[in-house]
Structures are given as structure tokens and as C-alpha cells.
């Protein structure tokens, strides 16, 4: 089964064809970083200004790359939230526009959902991750802990929000404190450079045990929720106070802090609800350290799960991970059904 992927749910506009769910034909993003870090960030309607712009290109550019044409697919996938809602009515309307034009299926996407999915692509059927499973969803927006039983046919049948940001998420702590620190956007990617460039001046170990400047926020609660509003406080408040300050090594205490959070819970649920599988989702998995240290504390407690996590260029945005999610859990309607809905959040139905 060929599914064409459409995703807007941001900044990106993305078309990908994926055959089966696992195996990605083609894979076309288009990014307006450079625009958005000019202003410090996402400014909504120039997002979606640019996606109108990009979208036919890179859907296009996609089918090209595969030499396959309208009548070789089988559906169109689309997200439809969460996200900003200019920029996921581009890719919804184009989906909804393609489908009548191509008489095909849409299967409308949840894009946290479809972060989790990006763990099943460029993987054999073999050695996709078992059920029962939990996974970690952390990007921008977003950082959820989700209970997964199997998959069948209806994801709502299986997926339970366990956990949840009460604030900023942990990507969006990242941003923030680069802004603080001058270190450009996007965060996530600035404080990871520069937080490597300071452990590696010594040894890893010997560093990381000096990195405990910054609180950890909520690491001690009886529940599986986050919070990281205060360490964006802590950092501000400590820039103010100080007048000079090694950028390098103030990127490392961040980075650590939401690192030890992100893991420590997450471990705590393995405990918990003993998983065959975990998986690492969503752009911030991209993040080195933190891939690092989950397979650390896992090796370390010998827990008996099966650790799985994207390729760095399918853990941020991209319509691979939605066509993916679309033959594992998607539901085919009709154009005249399909929705732009920016609240949604992990486990809820379309």
C-alpha cells in the first residue's frame, strides 16, 4: 500500500510516499528556518505564507523522485493537528483538493501520533517495536508520556496519555533559554552544539558530574507530568545576576537539567508498566545527550525493554512519519469528512 504524506502542522511543508508504512520511496521537506530565525521565532502567518508557496512544489518533487503518478497511490495522509491553524489548512485543503481531483481516500493524521510512527520507519517487519509500549513524545510543543496496548485497527482503542507537560514543553525550554543565552533559533539544535563543544573539553563523565546549576523540575513528583517553565526563570535570572558567563557551559547545565527530567520519568514509567518496548519520539529526540543517557540508565537498571528511537532526519517534522502512522492506525474517509483541528492532543480521536 503506497500512501502519500502531507504535513503543515508547523513551519515545514512536507510530502513523502510511503509503501507499507515502513519503507520511505521519497521524502521532500521544505524549511523556512532561515525566515524564522531572523525573527527569533514562528510567526504564524508567515508560516503558513510560505507553505502556500511550497506545497505544490514538494508534492510534486516527491512524486517525481519515485517516478510514480496519481493513479500508483492508494491514499492520501494529511495532518490535521495539533499545530497552527493557518498552516495546517494548507495542507488539509490541498489534501481534501487532491482527493476529489484523484478520487483517493484521505486519512486524517494526528501529528503527535505520527511522531511515534517515525520509530517504524526504515525498519524490517521484524523488528518493529512489540506491544505493550510506552512512548515519549518531546518537541516544541508537546512533551507526553504515552501507554500504548497494541495496535489495532482503531488507535483510540489503545492509546492513554500516562503524562504531560503542565507548561512549557521541553523543546520550548530549549528555545527559550537560547533566546536568553543569544544563541539563535531554532533552540534545540543551538544548545546541543554548544553543550557538546563543553563536554568534550573533558572527559564526559567527569563534566556532566559538575552540571547542577539549574533545578529539575517536578524529577522528585509522584506522577508522570513535567513542568519547565521555572529552569527557562532559573536561566534568566542567573544571566541577570551574572555578568560574565561561559555560554558553552550554561548550554550544558540546560540541556543536563531537562535531560535528567526527561529520562528520570520516563525510566520511572518503564518501572511502572513494564513495556516491551520504549520509544524516543518527536524533534527533541533528534538530541544526542538524551539518546545517550536513555540507553545508559537502561543498560545500567538491566530493564528488560527494547529501546527504540528515529533517525535524526525523521524525528523533527516530515511526511514520512504521518504516511506512517496513516497505515498503522489510519482511518480512510471521505475529503468532504477531513478537518483542520489545532487543539488535539495525543489520544484524542479525529
Not at 503506497?2 to 508547523?10: A, D, Q
Not at 521537506?29 to 504564524?44: D, N, Q
Not at 526504515?122 to 516544541?140: T, Y
Request: charged share 25%.
Amino acid at each position: 500500500m503506497i500512501i502519500l504524506g502531507i504535513e503543515t502542522s508547523c513551519d515545514e511543508t512536507a510530502a513523502s510516499l510511503v509503501e507499507d508504512g515502513t519503507a520511505t520511496l521519497s521524502n521532500v521537506v521544505a524549511s523556512s528556518v532561515e525566515m524564522h530565525s531572523r525573527t527569533g521565532g514562528i510567526i504564524p502567518e508567515n508560516a503558513a505564507r510560505e507553505q502556500i508557496k511550497a506545497m505544490i512544489p514538494v508534492i510534486e518533487q516527491a512524486m517525481d523522485d519515485t517516478k510514480l503518478r496519481a493513479q500508483d497511490i492508494d491514499a492520501i495522509a494529511v495532518t490535521v493537528g495539533p499545530g497552527l491553524i493557518g498552516s495546517l489548512l494548507v495542507g488539509v485543503e490541498t489534501a481534501r483538493t487532491l482527493s476529489a481531483l484523484w478520487t483517493k481516500p484521505i486519512i486524517p493524521v494526528n501529528h503527535l501520533l505520527a511522531h511515534i510512527f517515525a520509530n517504524y520507519l526504515e525498519r524490517d517487519k521484524n523488528e518493529l517495536p512489540s506491544f505493550p509500549a510506552l512512548s515519549l513524545v518531546v518537541s516544541g510543543g508537546h512533551t507526553d508520556l504515552v501507554h500504548m496496548n497494541s495496535v489495532p485497527q482503531n488507535v483510540h482503542n489503545f492509546v492513554r496519555l500516562i503524562g504531560s507537560t503542565r507548561d512549557d514543553a521541553a523543546g520550548e525550554c530549549f528555545d527559550k533559554t537560547a533566546r536568553i543565552l543569544g544563541l539563535g533559533y531554532p533552540g534545540g539544535p543551538a544548545i546541543a552544539k554548544c553543550a557538546k563543544k563543553y563536554l568534550n573539553k573533558k572527559d564526559n563523565n567527569e563534566q556532566s558530574k559538575e552540571l547542577n546549576l539549574f533545578p529539575r523540575p517536578m524529577i522528585d513528583s509522584d506522577d508522570f507530568d513535567f513542568s519547565f517553565s521555572g529552569l527557562k526563570t532559573s536561566v534568566l535570572n542567573y544571566v541577570k545576576e551574572t555578568q560574565k558567563h561561559d555560554n558553552d557551559k550554561l548550554a550544558a547545565e540546560v540541556q543536563e537539567a531537562i535531560v535528567d527530567v526527561l529520562v528520570e520519568k520516563s525510566i520511572r514509567a518503564i518501572r511502572k508498566y513494564k513495556p516491551k518496548s520504549f520509544m524516543l519520539s518527536g524533534g527533541v529526540s533528534a538530541n544526542e545527550r538524551l539518546v545517550e543517557k536513555f540507553k545508559k540508565r537502561i543498560q545500567a537498571e538491566k530493564l528488560e525493554v527494547k529501546f527504540f528511537y528515529p533517525e535524526a532526519r525523521l524525528a523533527t517534522d516530515n511526511a514520512a512519519a504521518i504516511a506512517s502512522a496513516a497505515y498503522f492506525v489510519g482511518k480512510h474517509v471521505d475529503w468532504i469528512a477531513v478537518t483542520a483541528n489545532p487543539g488535539i492532543r495525543v489520544a484524542d480521536r479525529l
